[in-house]
């Protein structure tokens, strides 16, 4: 599984060449209950990429880690980190769009 952030400039122009699909696995920190970790969601979202790229040729983004959380099951105080939805879309879509620029045409968060 190629990582994106391990390729050389030839093993990205590889990839594109190849029309590999870019996966972003996403997740928060947030509580979880107290026999959780913090990364929870991530760990779920990296695990199932990680048995994608068993399976066929993808290239593997830094996830997304920090998103809307709205406090729901507790606050900081507990290692959860809100941020706005505002904030998140723009983040989100300002990332998308350069992976759009770098050539990925199959892009999946």
């Known amino acids: 599984m190629p990582k994106l952030l391990e390729m050389c400039p030839q093993d990205l122009r590889a990839a594109r060449?190849?029309?590999l699909p870019l996966?972003?696995?996403?997740?928060?920190v947030e509580y979880?209950?107290?026999?959780?970790?913090l990364g929870t969601?991530?760990?779920?979202?990296?695990g199932?990429?990680?048995?994608?790229?068993?399976?066929?040729?993808?290239?593997v983004a830094p996830?997304?880690?920090y998103s809307p959380g709205g406090y729901a099951v507790s606050g900081p105080e507990k290692g959860t980190v809100d941020i706005s939805v505002d904030c998140f879309s723009q983040h989100c879509y300002e990332i998308l769009k350069a992976y759009r620029q770098m050539g990925?045409?199959?892009i999946y968060v």
């Not at 969601?41 to 990296?46: A, E, G, H, T, V």
Request: no cysteine; glycine share 6%.
């Open 32 to 37: 979880h209950g107290s026999q959780l970790p």
């Open 41 to 46: 969601d991530l760990y779920i979202s990296k």
């Open 104 to 106: 990925f045409e199959r």
């Open 17 to 19: 060449e190849k029309n």
């Open 23 to 28: 996966f972003i696995p996403v997740g928060t």
């Open 63 to 65: 996830p997304f880690v």
């Open 48 to 59: 199932i990429v990680d048995e994608i790229s068993k399976k066929v040729d993808i290239v």
